[in-house]
């Protein structure tokens, strides 16, 4: 992080007159979030989270978390992050858009942000870089999981008892994310586009490549990866 920040223009932003100011002026709030966006537009693949602004309006952001292992694995979340007005003085919240059965998650998709940075002092190790990136740590460590203190005790208390029963309800809800992973809410800017192409579409590509005659084995080799390229391209997100 202070390699980044290093080559940043965070000097600007994380001085103790910008935040200051930053609670009493919202221009100076808002350059402050947004940099805070162009640094995880580069930065946020890390921890395996997308975001976008919602349109005209900066203070609140649409993202989606993706886990590669452990309990959640293959979990896809959606979320949405604001900034209070008193921000960068106050944390930001964050709440998921389908109910997710973990010890730092609420009944209404709150997530305990005071647990996962307990002190936040806005500056250079206490960012929203620094936030998301514990937010993708709390489905992978498991000392978050038997969190008592937490919005749900009754989850900790589940892992701590019966893990294989945890392991029951976070699986019901990966499943979920997956099968409602393309189902685009009018008022969430992160819209997911279904991939069109299946495996069969590209070995039918792959065998009428190979029936050209007037094509050299380099060619078609060329024109296959050119075939599939686009194929990725046409199924990027949308927004």
Not at 33 to 54: C, D, T, W
Not at 81 to 89: G, I, Q, S
Not at 155 to 160: G, H, K, N, R, V
Not at 191 to 199: G, R
Request: some cysteine; proline content about 4%.
């Amino acid at each position: 992080m202070n390699e980044i920040l290093l080559n940043s223009q965070s000097s600007n932003f994380l001085s103790e007159e910008v935040i200051n100011k930053a609670a009493k002026d919202p221009e100076t709030r808002n350059n402050i979030i947004k940099f805070e966006y162009k640094l995880l537009s580069v930065y946020a693949h890390k921890f395996s989270i997308i975001l976008l602004p919602k349109t005209e309006q900066i203070t609140e952001w649409h993202g989606m978390i993706s886990i590669s292992y452990g309990l959640y694995a293959k979990g896809k979340f959606k979320f949405v992050l604001n900034f209070p007005k008193t921000f960068p003085e106050s944390i930001p919240k964050i709440r998921f858009l389908c109910p997710l059965f973990h010890p730092l998650i609420d009944e209404y998709n709150n997530v305990d942000v005071d647990t996962l940075i307990p002190k936040w002092k806005y500056g250079q190790d206490c960012m929203v870089y620094n936030l998301l990136n514990k937010l993708y740590e709390m489905f992978i460590d498991v000392s978050y999981y038997d969190c008592v203190t937490s919005f749900n005790p009754r989850a900790a208390q589940l892992f701590s008892n019966d893990i294989n029963s945890y392991a029951e309800e976070v699986k019901k809800q990966v499943a979920l994310s997956e099968q409602q992973l393309y189902d685009n809410r009018d008022d969430f800017v992160l819209k997911l586009k279904e991939p069109t192409y299946n495996t069969q579409t590209i070995l039918q590509k792959l065998q009428d490549i190979n029936s050209s005659k007037n094509l050299t084995f380099e060619q078609k080799k060329k024109d296959l990866l050119n075939f599939i390229l686009q194929q990725s391209k046409e199924n990027k997100i949308q927004q």
